[in-house]
């Protein structure tokens, strides 16, 4: 069964940087496409950043573009995001998540409806 946990998550000031990364493990292939979402209260889930996997290829919501970065360490089956000049409306959980099968910019799900494998998300607080 897939595993997908989240660290690197606490809290900042806005204008810092954190590191979260997403271990996976457990299963049979690869995934294609894996994504960072956030979600912060009475808010929907929203898309952050997506990669696929086999091209390395990113996407980005136009709210993050120039200062978040999502990367993959194949060897070590981990995914990360690094955020930069945090704002506190970044603020939110964000999780991991991860499919198989779809490529490209069809990695891209704004609310995440095509993805299967879900982390249990990791906490972002941002003050002013």
């Known amino acids: 069964q897939v595993r997908l946990v989240e660290s690197g998550g606490g809290s900042v000031q806005a204008g810092g940087s954190l590191r979260l990364s997403c271990a996976a493990s457990g299963y049979t292939y690869r995934p294609t496409c894996m994504a960072w979402f956030r979600q912060a209260p009475g808010k929907e889930r929203e898309a952050v950043a997506a990669?696929?996997?086999?091209?390395?290829?990113?996407y980005y919501a136009d709210s993050v573009k120039g200062r978040f970065t999502i990367s993959q360490d194949k060897a070590k089956n981990t995914l990360f995001l690094e955020m930069n000049s945090l704002k506190p409306e970044d603020s939110a959980m964000y999780s991991c998540?991860?499919?198989?099968?779809?490529?490209?910019?069809?990695?891209?799900?704004?609310?995440?409806?095509?993805?299967?494998?879900w982390g249990q998300g990791t906490q972002v607080t941002v003050s002013s």
């Open positions: 998540t991860a499919r198989t099968g779809y490529y490209g910019s069809t990695c891209w799900s704004d609310r995440g409806r095509i993805y299967t494998y």
């Open positions: 990669i696929s996997t086999g091209s390395g290829s990113t």
